[in-house]
C-alpha cells in the first residue's frame, strides 16, 4: 500500500529514499532537489600542515564499495525520483567532482534532459592542505527537465534577473559555504552534518524553479535546509532521510521556521506570462477615448487614438506599433513603451494603462 500524499507532503520520511519513493504517487512533485552522497573515497584521516585533523567528509553513508554499487544506487534513486516528478517537474541534483558526471550521465540515459549546469563558486573553500592539487572551490549543479519533450516547466526568469540587480542570472553562482550561526551544531559543537548546504543557495533554486504551493522532495534531506527555505518560501517539502537523527534534527529546524507573508513570496512574472491586452481595450474602457492625443516622449511626434483602437498621423493610419515605427522611420517599435499621454501637464507612458487592465484581470 503506497503512502498517503496527505501525510507524505511538509513532513519528514525516515528510510530508504528508494523505497519512500516508490511508496508515494506518482506524478505527487514539482520539483526533486537532490544532494546525494558524494563517494569521495576517502582513505585514511585528512590532516593540515600543523597535523591538526580535518573535518572531512567521512561518514559510513558517503561509503561505497566500488563505482559499480555507486552507479546502481544512482540509477535507482534517479528512477524513483522520475516516476513522482508531475510531467512539468524538474531537478537539481548537486555534486562534485567526484560523482557528478556519473550521475549526469545517468540521469541523461535515463530519460532526463540537461537545460544548465551551474557552477557554485565557494567564496570561502576548504584549502588543499597537501598541495598537490588545485584547491576545490566548487561544486556542480545540474538543472534537468523530467524529458526532452516535456512541453513545460517553471523557470522564473524575471524573478532570477530581478534577484541580480537586473541583469539575466549567469549559471556561475559565487555564494558562501555554510558557516557561522547558520551551520548546524551537535552537542560537542561540532558540525551536526557533514555536508549542510547555505540556504542562500536553495534560495535560489527555489525562487528559479517552483511557484509559491509547489512541493519539493528531496531524496537526501540531510539536516532540512531545502524544507527550512520552502517553508520560508511558501512552497511544501517531502524530506527523505534514513538517519533518525538526521531528520530529528531537521524537524526541530523547520519547526522554528517562521512562512513569509503570501504577498512577500511572489515572484516577478515573465511579461510572457502575463495576460494579452490589446489597446483597443484601452479605448473600450474610457482610458483613452477616441480623439485622445498621444505624443512621443519629446513631444516631437504625435497621433489620435480612434475608436477601433488604431491611430492617425498626418500621413498613415495603423496599430500603436505600425504608426511609432512608421513617424521614427524604423522597421519596428513597441507602441506601449513609445506613445505617452498627457495627464495634468505630465506625460505618462500608455504601458500604465495596459498595466491597469491586466490588474483588474487578476
Known sequence: MGLPIESAVDSIIVGDCVEAMNALPEACADLVFADPPYNLQLEGELRRPDNSKVDAVDDAWDRFSSFAEYDRFTRDWLS????VLKDTGALWVIGSYHNIFRVGAILQDLGFWVLNDVVWRKTNPMPNFRGRRFTNAHETLIWAAKSRDQKSYTFNYEAMKALNDELQMRSDWTLPICAGAERLKD????????TQK????LHRVVLASTKPGDTILDPFFGS?????????LGRHFIGIERDADYAALARKRIAAVRPLEV??????KSKRSEPRI???WVVEQGLLPPGSVVMSPTKRHRAKVRADGTLVCADATGSIHRIAAHVQGLDACNGWTFWMYEDKGSLISIDVLRQRLRAALV
Do not use: I, M, Q
Open 80 to 83: 524513483a525520483a522520475r516516476r
Open 187 to 194: 552537542v560537542d559543537g561540532g558540525k551536526a552534518h557533514s
Open 198 to 201: 547555505p540556504e542562500a543557495l
Open 224 to 232: 532540512g535546509t531545502t524544507g527550512a527555505v520552502a517553508k520560508r
Open 263 to 268: 504577498d512577500a513570496v511572489e515572484v516577478t
Open 278 to 280: 490589446p489597446f483597443g
